[in-house]
């Protein structure tokens, strides 16, 4: 009974760390437009397809273009939602960007997008 409580003690915290703090999203996207996009890679001989979901979002009055790192078959309503940035800029260079954003949803899931345009 013992272990079992102290197994139990050990793995509350570790649940408690994967849970987002919205404190933690701070930066505001407004999305403008979202639709699925048929992405394949591979081989000639082995080509794998499947749909990743296209943003068109509003960050700090600027506009980009995100993808989703996960397959997806479902588009994200268009509206407001909060975000962290999870991947930086490229440090080796002052005009190249590799920005990636995770979101919060009210549900208290989270995906992740990465840049993939900037348009003024």
Same mark, same amino acid.
């Given at each position: 009974? *013992?272990?079992? =409580?102290?197994? /139990?003690?050990?793995?509350?915290?570790?649940?408690?760390?994967? @849970?987002?703090?919205? %404190?933690?999203?701070?930066?505001?996207?407004?999305?403008?437009?979202?639709?699925?996009?048929?992405?394949?890679?591979?081989?000639?001989?082995?080509?794998?397809?499947?749909? *990743?979901?296209? =943003?068109?979002? /509003?960050?700090?009055?600027?506009?980009?273009?995100?993808?989703? @790192?996960?397959?997806? %078959?479902?588009?994200?309503?268009?509206?407001?939602?909060?975000?962290?940035?999870?991947?930086?800029?490229?440090?080796?260079?002052?005009?190249?960007?590799?920005?990636?954003?995770?979101?919060?949803?009210?549900?208290?899931?989270?995906?992740?997008?990465?840049?993939?345009?900037?348009?003024?």
């Amino acid at each position: 009974m *013992k272990k079992a =409580l102290f197994a /139990v003690l050990l793995l509350v915290p570790a649940a408690s760390w994967a @849970k987002p703090k919205p %404190e933690d999203y701070t930066i505001a996207v407004h999305v403008q437009a979202s639709h699925l996009i048929n992405e394949c890679r591979g081989s000639s001989s082995l080509i794998r397809c499947s749909f *990743k979901l296209h =943003l068109d979002v /509003v960050i700090d009055g600027k506009k980009f273009d995100l993808n989703s @790192k996960d397959d997806l %078959e479902l588009v994200l309503r268009r509206g407001d939602y909060k975000a962290k940035v999870v991947g930086t800029d490229s440090p080796q260079s002052s005009v190249d960007s590799n920005l990636e954003y995770e979101f919060l949803f009210p549900d208290g899931t989270t995906r992740k997008y990465r840049v993939v345009g900037e348009t003024e």
